[in-house]
């Protein structure tokens, strides 16, 4: 089982309350324009949090198959026999490297970044190959 980390929720629900109190801030102060960038802003930190402390755990694999996060907060079920292949994109740009987990089911694509396993998706990767067998 591989999950969002508590404390990335924490930090995106802090942030969401933050710009939510810039934009109370900037209201009283009659900046529109800080209002403008303070609401999108606050919605989407608040949605991201709201989703992690929802459905915190993303990817699970059992003796039947792997049940992934789907949509918003729904999850899905995907049985061993239907996985077509599963691997690691690394790309490296600007002096930084970055990993993705993709698990691609013939019908999705499902991917997974390190801040949505909790781990690296290379160490997800080779446990997942390993039960699947």
Request: with cysteine; glycine share 10%; net charge neutral.
């Amino acid at each position: 089982m591989w999950r969002v980390r508590r404390e990335l929720a924490a930090f995106k629900i802090l942030g969401a309350l933050v710009c939510a109190g810039l934009g109370v801030f900037w209201w009283f102060d009659d900046d529109v324009r800080g209002v403008i960038l303070a609401v999108p802003a606050t919605v989407l930190l608040g949605a991201m949090g709201l989703r992690d402390l929802l459905v915190p755990v993303r990817l699970s694999a059992d003796e039947s198959g792997i049940t992934v996060v789907h949509g918003f907060a729904g999850k899905r079920h995907v049985p061993w026999d239907a996985i077509w292949d599963v691997k690691v994109d690394v790309r490296r740009r600007w002096g930084l490297r970055s990993e993705m987990l993709e698990i691609d089911t013939g019908d999705a694509l499902h991917i997974f970044s390190p801040h949505e396993l909790g781990t690296s998706p290379t160490e997800v990767a080779a446990a997942l190959r390993r039960r699947g067998t």
